[in-house]
């Protein structure tokens, strides 16, 4: 579904990515995992069209995005939701839902996945008048998710979707991530919980300092002792 290869990204004089290739398909849950300052974000932002590749390809069921503007690639169905939500705060929870689907024309599928987004989210649902700079963290998070998926997106990418969460509440963002997935959406993640984002990927990419040094099946790269060490906080 979505290929990159051989991407390179610099800003200014930081070469931010150095030749990173990843392979997404169809119907799989795949997680980016490193250190703060890897590259991971850059990753997205290039997808995205928000970074500027300065070599490299990024090819969408074929077709590439390299050069495409935001606003086309989201066209082609994928969405980001960002790290550290970005929702409108002085909008009410229904308003922020229904700019996710500001792109599309379908009023009935807008309101069956409004349905849908309210059965996956229902605090969401009681709190449809409120403002979405009122809501908790966890909240504004679960709109950001929910506003991401108005979107129709054939291809979800989340930046740090647990970061401030309560442990309770990261539980139920990935009860929700796999919910999602269940219902047809391929998903790319990045995650700083690198256990809990191995044990719901199909397969994982370990970034180092721009460079991909490791990837495997999440269930292998849980049990790799560099892995262990590096992400999980185990040691010998």
């Keep these: 579904m979505l290929n990159i290869k051989d991407l390179h990204v610099h800003y200014g004089g930081i070469h931010a990515l150095t030749g990173v290739s990843i392979d997404i398909p169809q119907n ?61 705060p002085n909008m009410t929870v229904e308003e922020n ?5 500001y792109t599309r024309r379908d009023k009935d599928g807008i309101n069956k996945d409004l349905k849908w987004v309210y059965e996956l989210f229902p605090r969401l649902k009681e709190r449809i008048w409120q403002k979405g700079g009122t809501l908790s963290g966890g909240e504004q998070q679960m709109l950001a998710v929910a506003r991401g998926l108005m979107t129709k997106p054939k291809l979800m990418m989340m930046d740090e979707p647990s970061l401030g969460l309560a442990p ?16 047809g959406v391929t998903i790319l993640l990045i995650e700083q919980n690198a256990k809990a984002a191995l044990e719901v990927a199909d397969y994982g990419y370990v970034l180092e300092t721009g460079a991909i040094v490791l990837e495997g099946p999440g269930k292998d790269l849980l049990s790799n002792d560099d892995v262990k060490k590096a992400y999980l906080g185990e040691h010998k």
């Design 97 to 101: 839902l229904f700019l996710g689907a």
């Design 28 to 88: 799989k849950i795949v997680t980016l995992i490193g250190a703060n300052g890897a590259g991971k974000s850059s990753t997205l932002k290039s997808i995205m069209g928000l970074a500027k590749a300065s070599n490299g390809s990024i090819k969408f069921n074929g077709e590439e995005l390299v050069g495409k503007p935001t606003t086309q690639i989201v066209t082609k169905g994928i969405v980001l939701v960002p790290e550290g939500r970005r929702i409108f």
């Design 168 to 183: 309770l509440i990261v539980k139920d963002i990935f009860s929700i991530i796999k919910e999602i997935h269940k219902n």
